[in-house]
């Protein structure tokens, strides 16, 4: 029997990022410490597809998310730890939330974004009344509350929370490899990202248009079914788990443009990690996480403006003693902080302390 039971109840499957990524890639090594998690996604992959592809939410399926998550929710006397990604129920109230955390003996919430802002900054007014409190409310009962960046862990302090921890969102170093060949005659400038976060590739048109007119880049685009931008050679790749480390492995830079606002502060920076665990140098807005995970001049650059952009590029083009120094560095930084080997104690305290 095991010692610990456990309702993992995510956001998405395991083709949303922020669930795989957070929960359920640790789930297989807790295993093996007498942990039974019973995993209860709110919204399947199917969803999260056709949401991609489409750009509307599909409501008959939101609503029999709903049912199901809530019959989950009945059984919860079973379990000696519930453990939530966000939220139990999006959009209804807190105190309907905080009335299954009695039914528990520990709860634990997980955040890697500012959800809190969904709701404060709601372009509809009554949501605003209603639940502009609701992540405040529902953290402050919580037993522990783990966040991805150091913005998200003043937050939750601030709410009151009781034990607050930071977990960084990690990558299993014994899938990402370090590619081993020199970067090619065209520099190959690496994004990952969805259709919800094309915005901010979107937003470095200008600047490698500019760059192409004196280096021979390409832009490709992980995640993406188009792009384009007259000027510079692109390709799309299509994301899928299996493959998404060969792809990076393919690129020669990863980048992570943001928009300096309230809710990329509660951004976590992932993609720097999968570049830099691929020994890739990274180049990213001074911004939020970003400046906690890159340390300027080793594993890459953080920029400012568009100018700041094009000569870092133009430096690990031209500068392949540099290259190969921070492509070194950023795999070895990754190793000591954001791997899931470094890391699984901390992760596992949180199940057994």
Request: with cysteine.
């Amino acid at each position: 029997m095991p010692e610990i039971s456990v309702l993992v109840l995510t956001r998405y499957d395991k083709d949303g990022a922020s669930s795989r990524v957070r929960i359920l890639q640790y789930l297989p090594w807790c295993s093996q410490h007498g942990i039974e998690f019973t995993v209860s996604p709110l919204l399947p992959n199917r969803y999260i597809a056709d949401l991609y592809h489409s750009g509307q939410r599909n409501y008959l399926a939101i609503a029999g998310a709903y049912l199901r998550r809530i019959l989950s929710l009945l059984r919860l006397n079973k379990y000696d730890i519930v453990w939530i990604e966000k939220e139990i129920l999006p959009f209804m109230s807190a105190q309907i939330e905080n009335l299954f955390y009695k039914s528990t003996a520990k709860v634990i919430l997980d955040y890697d974004d500012a959800v809190f802002l969904n709701y404060r900054n709601h372009r509809c007014g009554m949501v605003r009344r209603m639940l502009g409190n609701k992540i405040d409310n529902i953290i402050k009962p919580a037993d522990i509350v783990t966040v991805g960046n150091a913005y998200l862990k003043d937050y939750a302090i601030a709410c009151g929370a009781r034990d607050v921890r930071f977990l960084p969102s990690v990558v299993d170093i014994e899938k990402y490899h370090v590619r081993t060949d020199e970067p090619r005659d065209t520099f190959r400038i690496g994004w990952i990202g969805s259709p919800a976060t094309r915005k901010y590739l979107e937003s470095m048109s200008d600047m490698l248009k500019t760059l192409a007119t004196e280096h021979k880049i390409s832009l490709v685009a992980i995640g993406l079914d188009d792009i384009n931008i007259p000027g510079v050679e692109t390709k799309t790749v299509n994301w899928t788990e299996t493959s998404e480390v060969e792809e990076l492995q393919r690129l020669d830079i990863g980048i992570m443009p943001l928009f300096r606002t309230e809710w990329e502060k509660g951004k976590c920076g992932y993609k720097l990690i999968q570049y830099m665990a691929c020994g890739l140098p990274v180049v990213a807005t001074r911004f939020g996480a970003n400046t906690d995970i890159v340390e300027q001049g080793r594993e890459g650059f953080l920029v400012d403006d568009d100018r700041e952009w094009i000569a870092a590029i133009k430096q690990l083009i031209e500068n392949r003693n540099l290259y190969k120094d921070m492509s070194l560095l950023a795999r070895e930084k990754v190793e000591k902080f954001y791997s899931i080997q470094c890391q699984q104690e901390c992760f596992l305290s949180l199940f057994l302390h």
